[in-house]
């Protein structure tokens, strides 16, 4: 290859997703700099019939990021193009990662709109997987793409925003990696916001009993329920403009919280119930009794995120958003009739529907049920059990997480699946950029 990208040293060496739940040996890894370089890299590559794959942060659980012949590693494509502070626009190269976003936007008075709990994502990753937060008034981070650049399958340059193939957005916004490589992304950000931010635990029964109250009335709700507890752990964000006074967490109580209890000590208990999964009850019980209870206000990045060290493997779906008690139930009930013994906490949000054809949110507002295991723990049902379970609820998986499903199920579920199967044959047709995941849910 003749292209002026850097070419990494240890290209055919083992790369790993962060939850070590996928692995990939490239033949080559290339780290473009600018989009002539990308541009090159897929020319060439297509040339020589090589498949194509970039890499963010490689957070993703499921193997739609694995590359099977040259991985483009887009970890030095970043940094803010342009911010227009009168219309909310923001444009930023394609590998930077969501934690540098605020900083950038900061000199603007700007922020996004709505993020999830994890921030160490690309921003091209984290849209293109479907990446959400949680908020009945909010869609997932793939509705704050105006605008974007990307490579086709031809080395071509396609711009796609509102003067430039509008059509295409509501595919490419939210591509899977599938129409070609994004260089740069338009998001339409907010000004600057607070959130009011109030953790405490309540019972779990009531909690899923005024579950669609909770959404429809509040801002940003979430709980978490750790299983063979009787306890969902309850976050609740309410938005208040920038000039209001703060009152962020003191460094002491997030280092004790986020560092020692929410990473330090809950990763201990987590190798100890992998050794022995008979204490997972018990150290659940404990865990719900140590956790929540405070409160605090701070600019809106600070109350979303959280950092998580502890590793693990995730499956999420999402169903239809008044759905979600009963399938929260079903699958309580699941766990303890099988007598799995599930250390990691369930996670349940919820998002507003929106028109991004493959969104796990198209068409309607979603629910979401994410289960989760210790990276450590052994494979077992629970995964496939509780998927089915899910299905059944005409759920659809996240994906950038764990799941089992095929092209042939997958598009019953999403009424524009065709239209997106059209848009990759105009700007991938020989499958450049196709993998074995891609291959799997979106077809040949």
């Not at 793939?142 to 086709?152: E, F, P, S, W």
């Not at 719900?288 to 600019?299: A, E, K």
Request: proline share 7%.
């Amino acid at each position: 290859m003749s292209t002026t990208a850097t070419l990494r040293p240890g290209a055919g060496a083992t790369w790993r997703t962060w939850g070590r739940t996928e692995t990939a040996e490239p033949v080559r890894v290339l780290a473009p700099t600018t989009e002539d370089e990308v541009v090159a890299a897929v020319r060439e590559a297509a040339d020589e019939g090589l498949r194509v794959k970039p890499v963010g942060a490689g957070h993703s659980f499921s193997a739609i990021a694995v590359a099977p012949d040259l991985q483009l590693d887009l970890a030095g494509l970043t940094g803010l193009r342009h911010a227009d502070p009168t219309t909310g626009r923001v444009t930023v190269a394609a590998g930077t990662r969501l934690h540098d976003i605020p900083g950038l936007l900061a000199p603007h008075r700007l922020a996004m709109p709505n993020l999830g709990d994890i921030d160490a994502q690309s921003v091209s990753g984290a849209v293109s997987t479907g990446t959400h937060g949680t908020g009945l008034g909010f869609g997932g981070l793939a509705t704050q793409v105006v605008g974007l650049r990307l490579v086709d399958g031809r080395g071509d340059v396609v711009v796609i925003d509102a003067e430039h193939r509008p059509d295409l957005l509501p595919a490419a916004a939210l591509g899977l990696g599938a129409l070609g490589v994004i260089t740069e992304i338009t998001l339409q950000c907010v000004p600057e916001f607070l959130l009011d931010a109030v953790e405490a635990p309540e019972p779990v029964d009531a909690v899923l009993a005024q579950w669609m109250e909770r959404v429809r009335t509040r801002d940003h709700v979430e709980f978490y329920w750790f299983p063979h507890t009787g306890t969902a752990l309850t976050k609740t964000n309410t938005r208040l403009p920038a000039d209001r006074p703060r009152r962020p967490l003191p460094g002491w109580r997030r280092r004790l919280d986020d560092d020692l209890v929410a990473n330090g000590l809950f990763g201990l208990t987590c190798g100890l119930a992998t050794r022995v999964p008979a204490v997972a009850p018990l150290v659940n019980r404990v865990a719900d009794r140590v956790t929540g209870h405070r409160s605090f206000r701070d600019l809106s990045p600070a109350v979303f995120t959280t950092r998580r060290a502890v590793r693990f493997r995730e499956m999420e779906y999402a169903v239809p958003v008044a759905a979600l008690p009963e399938v929260a139930r079903e699958v309580m009930a699941l766990i303890e009739r099988r007598r799995w013994r599930i250390s990691f906490p369930l996670e349940f949000r919820a998002a507003a529907a929106d028109d991004r054809w493959l969104s796990t949110a198209y068409g309607r507002d979603s629910g979401y049920v994410a289960v989760h295991r210790y990276w450590r723990d052994r494979d077992d049902d629970y995964f496939p059990e509780v998927e089915a379970l899910l299905q059944a609820h005409d759920g659809r998986p996240h994906w950038g997480k764990m799941h089992g499903r095929t092209a042939a199920d997958l598009a019953p579920a999403y009424p524009r699946f065709g239209d997106f199967l059209a848009v990759r044959d105009d700007l991938d047709p020989d499958r450049v950029f196709a993998n074995d995941y891609l291959e799997r849910v979106l077809g040949g």
